[in-house]
């Protein structure tokens, strides 16, 4: 079945500095992925769609600038949080879809920190 | 538009009892549904999907669900409880067709297996 991959799993940062997380689809090319957070104990909020070779959608309310999306091929995304605050830690995770079929598969997810 | 409502944070059936677990949609065009199960801090998995095909739609472990259009409906059923099903479910919705968009999601039920 379809794979992704999400890496690290979890991470731990200082406030102020960035941080790169990564999604991969191993087994199939994705041409859209999307990216998540998901509050304690509460349900999933999509922050942006992300288009191999154009610019990411962001959602209504999500700072294109702290987030910035990067889709530079069909197996990869990546999520980087910048100038990091205590109130981005959250549970962050990547969904990719594996076209023609419409369901999405979606990464181990990445714990981040900021401290 | 698309929203999803799930009755109940949480859901406690006995070992090998019914479950059930509630979910309506809102969607202003034809909908895409879908249940996904999470475990504690691991991503989602798909239990299964409608997509206009048959409205009785088998998913993995045991699990069903009935799309019933008038009823705005997709409720989440398994016969027979086993421990192993304690997790969080979550439905989702996205419009149809081509699932190129993300997903908007229920707040999830906590299902709690009682032995």
């Known amino acids: 079945g379809a794979v992704v991959s999400q890496h690290p799993s979890w991470v731990i940062c200082k406030s102020g500095t960035s941080v790169k997380i990564e999604c991969r689809s191993l087994d199939f090319q994705a041409t859209t992925m999307f990216w998540y957070r998901q509050f304690p104990k509460q349900s999933l909020m999509l922050m942006a769609t992300?288009?191999?070779?154009?610019?990411?959608?962001?959602e209504q309310g999500v700072e294109k600038d702290k987030f910035l999306i990067n889709h530079a091929s069909l197996t990869l995304s990546t999520l980087t949080v910048t100038s990091a605050h205590p109130e981005d830690s959250s549970f962050y995770i990547c969904?990719?879809?594996?076209?023609?079929?419409?369901?999405?598969?979606f990464g181990p997810g990445t714990r981040l920190t900021v401290t | 538009a698309q929203s999803v409502t799930q009755l109940g944070s949480h859901v406690s059936v006995s070992e090998g009892a019914l479950v059930l677990l509630r979910c309506n949609y809102s969607?202003?065009?034809?909908?895409?549904l879908f249940w996904y199960v999470q475990y504690p801090n691991q991503g989602l998995q798909l239990l299964l999907k409608y997509t206009s095909a048959a409205t009785l739609v088998k998913g993995i472990n045991g699990f069903e669900a009935e799309f019933k259009k008038s009823e705005t409906s997709f409720h989440l059923t398994k016969p027979s409880a086993h421990m192993s099903d304690a997790a969080e479910y979550f439905c989702?919705?996205?419009?149809?067709?081509?699932?190129?968009?993300?997903?908007?999601f229920g707040k999830g039920t906590h299902l709690i297996i009682q032995p």
């Open positions: 969607s202003s065009v034809p909908p895409y």
């Open positions: 992300s288009n191999e070779g154009s610019k990411a959608t962001y």
């Open positions: 969904s990719a879809r594996d076209p023609p079929g419409v369901e999405q598969y």
């Open positions: 989702a919705v996205s419009p149809a067709p081509g699932g190129a968009d993300g997903l908007t």
